[in-house]
């Protein structure tokens, strides 16, 4: 693969975890359990819109075929999307969300502090811009995971199933594939094989504080890398690119 | 056609009154997020977005090329500049003052009180660290009883 398309494939894929995630944030609009974190959500989905929108437009840069960003969110189908199969899982209560945020979010603070050193300078600048929102989000969903773990007996149960039922998406965070191998060797990108012993020791720490239990080794599902998404993503999709489907190349 | 070559000194002059769509208080050399202006070839005027999904990022590289055009500069690109990152540290003392007048308190180090931006005590209590825009937290003073804004340390 030419150096242009390791980094247009793999601005894609961290677009699309950025997008699918801001996406699935935008759905809890308005059905926050209190005011200030309404807008913690709303702010934080903001973000990844916004790093979808710089993700995407380098890729479509990289890749010199003339795709916008708009093409990439809204025109491309349930396979071409190479997000994690985490960030599509549906918000079910606010345990689930905040079990995604706290798993996504300290693998993805991690990945972009390695990316901000790699070779490729469009998408170093765009970790260094990145980084420091997620390090405040990591910092806010970590803090919910410990009020709801070390909270009620009822909160408890709770996350530690959102805990014990969303694990078995974190293995695809460490499987690296030919556009993972090649970033990293071409293109000094992240060490998946790095990163892994460094989130297993955060995680485990506000998993610990939160009074909760990790869960152990088990199967681990995953085909996100691969355009192999789980029942819920067509759904997010079809609402997602409704109009410009329905009304091709509407703008206003 | 006789093509006017302007200064970058000029151009920044102009683009010092432009306001921050947000925070209108503040010009968007205040907040330090214009990097640089180059008048080699027309005007290419280089912007550092705030935050990634910062709504007001269009709204000022519009105002932008609508300020200079007013003045009559044709020839008018937008760099938008991603690294080094922005940070509050780059918005001036001027523009700290400004917020500070306006009832917002200006970002502190981490290691400083926020101070209430209307009777200066220190005496203050974060109400939320989310507030009507993403980069502003809310506070209460404990002394004066003040509700207020914080721009946060980035």
Not at chain 1, 153 to 181: C, I, K, Y
Not at chain 2, 7 to 35: A, K
Request: proline share 5%.
């Amino acid at each position: 693969m030419r150096s242009t398309a390791i980094s247009a494939a793999y601005a894609t894929r961290l677009g699309d975890n950025a997008l699918v995630l801001g996406q699935r944030m935008i759905e809890l609009v308005a059905a926050s359990p209190e005011l200030e974190e309404e807008l913690a959500n709303a702010n934080f989905s903001l973000d990844y819109i916004g790093q979808a929108r710089m993700f995407y437009t380098y890729a479509g840069e990289c890749e010199g075929a003339g795709r916008t960003e708009d093409d990439f969110a809204f025109l491309r189908p349930e396979h071409e999307y190479r997000n994690l199969l985490l960030v599509e899982q549906p918000n079910g209560h606010f345990g689930d969300s905040t079990v995604r945020a706290v798993l996504f979010e300290s693998w993805y603070l991690l990945l972009l502090e390695a990316l901000t050193r790699c070779a490729d300078e469009g998408l170093a600048a765009i970790a260094e811009r990145a980084v420091k929102e997620v390090r405040y989000h990591v910092r806010h969903s970590s803090q919910w995971l410990v009020r709801l773990g070390d909270g009620t007996e009822e909160s408890h149960a709770r996350v530690q199933a959102s805990l014990d039922n969303l694990w078995r998406f974190t293995g695809e965070m460490f499987a690296p594939d030919d556009v993972d191998e090649q970033m990293h060797k071409s293109l000094n990108g992240p060490d998946l094989a790095a990163i892994e012993p460094q989130w297993r020791r955060n995680v485990a720490a506000i998993v610990a504080e939160a009074t909760l239990e990790l869960p152990g080794d088990q199967w681990m599902a995953s085909g996100g890398k691969q355009g192999k998404h789980t029942e819920h993503f067509g759904f997010l999709l079809a609402e997602m690119q409704y109009l410009q489907r329905a009304y091709p190349g509407a703008e206003w | 056609m006789v093509e006017t070559v302007y200064e970058s000194d000029q151009i920044l002059e102009w683009l010092s009154q432009v306001p921050d769509p947000e925070i209108p208080v503040l010009t968007i050399t205040d907040l330090g997020i214009v990097r640089g202006v180059d008048c080699s070839d027309g005007v290419t005027v280089s912007l550092t977005p705030t935050y990634s999904g910062c709504p007001a990022t269009e709204a000022i590289e519009a105002s932008v090329v609508a300020a200079l055009e007013d003045r009559g500069v044709s020839d008018v690109r937008i760099k938008r500049v991603l690294s080094p990152a922005w940070t509050t540290d780059w918005i001036t003392e001027d523009g700290r003052k400004k917020l500070r007048v306006y009832g917002i308190a200006p970002p502190e180090r981490r290691d400083r009180p926020v101070a209430c931006p209307r009777c200066d005590s220190s005496n203050t209590q974060v109400v939320s660290e989310f507030g009507s825009t993403a980069c502003k937290a809310s506070y209460r003073c404990v002394d004066c009883l003040e509700p207020f804004e914080y721009f946060k340390c980035l």
